[in-house]
């Protein structure tokens, strides 16, 4: 059973920059595709970014985060992190770290069988 748990969240102002880290267990985690969405109250999960296990593997990212956020991640210490630049109150959710089994890159929230428990983002204007 893969376990993730999310750090590093917490209040920012606007335009500032935040990493959130997510730590893996149980589970063969370089074989995993990582990646992280976000939610609000009531409102729909949303895409924010994965990468695959391959080296050298292409990140993928929403639409709203794109040239913002980066996703890297640590195959020897289980690992994954985002990155977040020029943060805007929009940003502002919980994030979650997500994994599934696969050498693609999911988008879709039904595409990952694992989930952490969420660290609060705000971002303040």
């Known amino acids: 059973q893969v376990q993730l748990v999310e750090s590093g969240g917490g209040l920012v102002q606007a335009g500032g920059s935040l990493t959130l880290s997510c730590a893996a267990s149980?589970?063969?985690?370089?074989?995993?595709?990582m990646g992280w969405f976000r939610q609000n109250p009531g409102k729909d999960r949303e895409f924010v970014a994965a990468v695959s296990w391959p080296v050298g593997s292409t990140p993928s990212y929403g639409a709203s985060v794109l040239g913002r956020f980066t996703i890297t991640r640590d195959n020897a210490m289980h690992m994954v992190y985002l990155h977040m630049h020029s943060l805007k109150p929009e940003d502002t959710a919980v994030y979650y770290c997500?994994?599934?089994?696969?050498?693609?890159?999911?988008?879709?929230?039904?595409?990952?069988?694992?989930w952490g428990q969420g660290t609060q983002v705000t971002v303040s204007s």
């Open positions: 997500v994994a599934t089994r696969t050498g693609r890159v999911p988008r879709l929230s039904s595409e990952y069988a694992y």
């Open positions: 149980g589970g063969s985690f370089s074989t995993y595709a």
